[in-house]
């Protein structure tokens, strides 16, 4: 297996975990199967799709793949059937969304650097593509987008961005920096959990009447 | 008259009646004039205009044919002035709205298979012109976007771009299709309401305290 | 000095205050500092950037000048520490706000007109670039957007665009119809806020059921 088809596995495994917690909070909002595979769409492919409407990098990379469509409808659907014994894998999910997150960064950066742009804008679509998924999700479900509010999430997806695109830099080879920017990115998540880890909140409760 | 301007004629009168129902949701929320205008031609072009930014389908329509903006534009003020007859118009507007689901579905599949894609695409773009207005128009006017909770109205959208899609392989001519098409979107969606039919809604309350 | 300098420092000075009344709102949702840092991003570019999306004109301005982001950024997080002194400052932020509007109606109507979209385009685009900051600020926030429910705001961006067209129409120079049209998006703006001027609202609180 080389590297691309290494992250490209990865990413898929990501992006089906993705689905499943979109459909997850579908449910909470009591949608109905359609909302699901919906919140389960905009959260799997929601960043990536913002990444490269910003960048104007066309065609989008599920319209030109639309079997990834198909199958992220697939796994949030059936979310729904096997939600009872989801609660007995919540662990096994913010795992996977762990490691989702540091793919996603990762990817996010690597396809902005491949398309020449410089390594800022990488970082930058590499947190678009980390976490706009899930932003979006909680826009559609009518919620403050939680990486806002609470956990270590957003922060993580920049530093692991950044720290591929370094390591890249300095010569790395490939496989080492995947190992080393995906074990970074999925440790630091696992870590801000378990410790409850979070960003100085701003608190501004002044009311200028404006 | 020809069956592309049979179309149009129906997709004028459609996102006519959209501008109107997003001018009511505007009223509900106590908007301004120009909270109406916005909402009302998010409700209308919303679906399309998304369609078109996914695909990198440029110019849009509205900035090509700006003409159609100033009558949403206008349509949505008329309502502000007609709103007291409009709740005797209800079940009128509620034929319109079932109607411009049909033809706003089976044009986004058109217009998608028109640029080159694929029929799984163009049917997911169907989707996206029938139903994302509503869906633009519920986030600006913050509330759970209503197509994800009840009615029956995006499996509808999907089902009629799907057959549209069909049909044409089939080879049936394009008025006999439309025909088709439009009688099985408009008809389906007139009885969903009636009999209040939805699809089974998907109720998650486990909290992770994730 | 010259004119294209003039209003890009104007411009400056506009994305610098939007970014840290984006911050404020952040604050009063108790954000992380990563969601400080997005709303006022947000903020400050959402309207341009929403506008190059709708025009299909890439690379966006922030993408091939990530400077910009950096000092929004950075503007976003000072925010954070000079945030006690800014209950002082409410007066000159609404005069920045002012002027940032005017600034960014007629710079949306400029763009739009050099990329040769007709002056109707221009006029929208003006006020997307103007009030559309606001807008996903508040989307991302959760409530519904304030422009469209009080304030004499979104208008205000709409005739100073078209009273900067029209004075290029007929062919008043450029120092001067800058002069005339920002005196007059700004005047009339701080003249709404001081006399509590806004527009009628629609309301409509009739439920049909539907």
Redesign the interface.
């Known amino acids: 297996m080389q590297e691309a088809q290494f992250i490209s596995l990865l990413w898929l495994i990501g992006i089906l975990a993705e689905a499943m917690t979109g459909?997850?909070s579908?449910?909470?909002?009591?949608?109905?199967?359609?909302?699901?595979v919906?919140?389960g769409c905009a959260t799997a492919i929601g960043g990536g799709?913002l990444r490269d409407?910003?960048?104007?990098n066309?065609?989008?990379v599920w319209?030109e793949n639309?079997h990834y469509?198909?199958a992220i409808a697939g796994a949030s659907l059936l979310t729904?059937i096997i939600?009872p014994v989801?609660?007995y894998l919540?662990k096994l999910f913010?795992a996977i969304d762990a490691l989702g997150l540091a793919v996603f960064s990762i990817i996010g950066a690597q396809k902005t650097l491949a398309l020449g742009?410089?390594p800022?804008?990488a970082i930058?679509m590499g947190v678009v593509t980390g976490v706009f998924g899930g932003?979006i999700r909680d826009?559609?479900?009518?919620?403050?987008?939680l990486?806002?509010?609470?956990e270590l999430?957003?922060?993580i997806s920049?530093m692991t961005a950044a720290l591929y695109i370094l390591l890249q830099h300095l010569g790395i080879t490939e496989w080492v920096n995947l190992a080393i920017s995906l074990g970074f990115g999925f440790g630091f998540r696992i870590l801000a959990i378990k410790y409850h880890w979070?960003?100085?909140?701003?608190?501004?409760?002044?009311s200028?009447g404006?």
Do not use: E, W
């Open positions: 459909a997850l579908a449910g909470k909002k009591q949608m109905d199967l359609f909302g699901v919906i919140i799709t409407m910003l960048l104007g066309y065609p989008l319209v639309v469509l198909i729904v939600a989801m609660r919540s913010l742009f410089s800022v804008v930058v932003v826009i559609l479900c009518n919620q403050v987008p990486i806002f509010q609470k999430y957003a922060i920049l979070s960003m100085p909140t701003f608190d501004y409760q002044y200028s404006h």
